[in-house]
């Protein structure tokens, strides 16, 4: 039986996103990215995150390059839906139906969205 994977804390969550945006780069660049002019122990806060994401199997490593390159291995949707399920196990008995019904009752549409939505609905 494999192991469940485990969820990305906010920090590693910013590298995410940081790597999802660039695609393939090194912690140099990730680094400079979320601490412009950052110093020495915030590139070493980004280096010691981006192995925490490695040893979760969220990105991988490209040895044969130096400085080496790093990739995202999951995608954004594939840990939305994770953590969709997540909560759909802890409030709803695992029943993603309940939860997407309530999501879709409280959704709010900001004003670009309500305008992009009247223009598409008087075409």
Known sequence: MSRPPQDVTDAEFAILQKI??????????????????????????????VERLERK?????????????????????????????TLADQLCEGNMSTLLICLIRSFRPTESEDRKSTRLNSS
């Open 20 to 49: 999802w945006t660039l695609g393939r780069t090194t912690i140099r660049r990730v680094a400079d990215e979320i601490y412009p002019g950052g110093n020495l122990t915030q590139y070493a806060t980004v280096q010691k995150l």
């Open 57 to 85: 199997h969220y990105i991988l490593r490209d040895r044969s390059t130096w400085p080496h390159q790093f990739d995202t291995i999951v995608s954004r949707e594939e840990l939305m839906t994770r953590r969709l399920q």
